[in-house]
T-cell receptor
Framework: SAVISQKPSRDICQRGTSLTIQCQVD?????MFWYRQQPGQSLTLIAT?????????ESGFVIDKFPISRPNLTFSTLTVSNMSPEDSSIYLC???????????????FGPGTRLTVL | GENVEQHPSTLSVQEGDSAVIKCTYS??????FPWYKQELGKGPQLIID?????GEKKDQRIAVTLNKTAKHFSLHITETQPEDSAVYFC???????????FGQGTELSVKP
């Protein structure tokens, strides 16, 4: 499976500021996703990062709060804007590469970015 | 939309015993069911998955079963070891844009 890295691995930020998280994959993949995992909770999909076009956001998540870029097939960024303590979470990127038919839907996750907002 | 319920939320077993985690889903169109293991401080790791055209799948000490009629699927871990201790998540997908809906997670503790 693809090797996925995220930067930063963790950060502590002040409320009102913004943080951009990077996700890098060691091979070209067709689909990339961003998830949020609040403390002690499950994973919730924020958006699908589309290469060359605007991201597709899930209900409850908006572009102004979580702008996403995907300039190519190996890289994406998620920005958490105007942060508040409620944004303290683990943010995870995942990839799916359904070019292999038998592996459709298989998603692999990065190590996550642990964000604390004071 | 899809909803996935997972039980139990915590599970403690003795080393060598078996562990079973169960999930139910609501969307009959769901056709892909992965299981992830998340160790402390790490991202979720895909450990096994099953598709709707299969009733059971096994990989060494782990197995997954699927009952499409009842809309539930289960993870079975045999001969548990302390390194199996982690949080396990089930998920479901209906092939629409790759969206995975996750269960609430089960914290498994294997006591030596």
């Amino acid at each position: 499976s693809a090797v996925i890295s995220q930067k930063p691995s963790r950060d502590i930020c002040q409320r009102g500021t913004s943080l951009t998280i990077q996700c890098q994959v060691d091979s070209q993949v067709t689909m990339m996703f961003w998830y949020r995992q609040q403390p002690g909770q499950s994973l919730t999909l924020i958006a699908t990062a589309n290469q060359g076009s605007e991201a597709t956001y899930e209900s409850g998540f908006v572009i102004d709060k979580f702008p996403i870029s995907r300039p190519n097939l190996t890289f994406s960024t998620l920005t958490v804007s105007n942060m508040s303590p409620e944004d303290s979470s683990i943010y995870l990127c995942s990839v799916e590469d359904p070019r292999e038919t038998r592996r459709i839907n298989e998603q692999f996750f990065g190590p996550g970015t642990r964000l604390t907002v004071l | 939309g899809e909803n996935v319920e997972q039980h139990p939320s915590t599970l403690s077993v003795q080393e060598g015993d078996s562990a079973v985690i169960k999930c139910t889903y609501s969307d009959s169109a769901s056709n892909y069911f992965p299981w992830y293991k998340q160790e402390l401080g790490k991202g979720p790791q895909l450990i096994i998955d099953i598709r709707s055209n299969v009733g059971e799948k096994k990989d060494q000490r782990i197995a997954v079963t699927l009952n499409k009629t009842a809309k539930h699927f289960s993870l079975h871990i045999t001969e548990t070891q302390p390194e199996d201790s982690a949080v396990y998540f089930c998920a479901a997908s209906n092939n629409q844009g790759g969206k995975l809906i996750f269960g609430q997670g089960t914290e498994l503790s294997v006591k030596p």
